[in-house]
């Protein structure tokens, strides 16, 4: 099992940033990928980024890419999303997310491919 809690939501204007972290803690052993998504109110879960613990290669979806960075550190057990020149768009729930099976992330990023998720965090970006 993986717990995982989320942190660094807030209310931001048009413009701002935000860095929201996730802290994973038991079977980390077994992560072989980790991830971000959101959930914008009366919209469908989408997937935003996602790290592959081997080599670090990353994917961005093309909504964010140019003004997200996902990133961790292996010490800390830790996900990171940086998130620069947010838009209201980017307003939603954001949620880790972590898959265990050996092949790690996925060409694209697919919300079955993940097995634990954490509670998630606010994001909310004001015109």
């Known amino acids: 099992q993986v717990q995982l809690v989320e942190s660094g939501g807030g209310s931001v204007q048009a413009g701002g940033s935000l860095r929201l972290s996730c802290a994973a803690s038991?079977?980390?052993?077994?992560?072989?990928?980790m991830g971000w998504f959101r959930q914008a109110p009366g919209k469908e879960r989408e997937g935003v980024a996602h790290f592959n613990i081997v080599g670090g290669i990353t994917y961005y979806a093309d909504s964010v890419k140019g003004r997200f960075a996902i990133s961790k550190d292996a010490a800390k057990n830790t996900l990171y999303l940086q998130m620069n020149s947010l838009k209201p768009e980017d307003t939603a729930m954001y949620y880790c997310?972590?898959?265990?099976?050996?092949?790690?992330?996925?060409?694209?990023?697919?919300?079955?491919?993940?097995?634990?998720w954490g509670q998630g965090t606010q994001v909310t970006v004001s015109s």
């Open positions: 997310a972590v898959r265990t099976a050996w092949s790690g992330c996925s060409y694209r990023i697919v919300e079955a491919d993940f097995r634990y």
């Open positions: 038991g079977d980390t052993s077994t992560t072989t990928c």
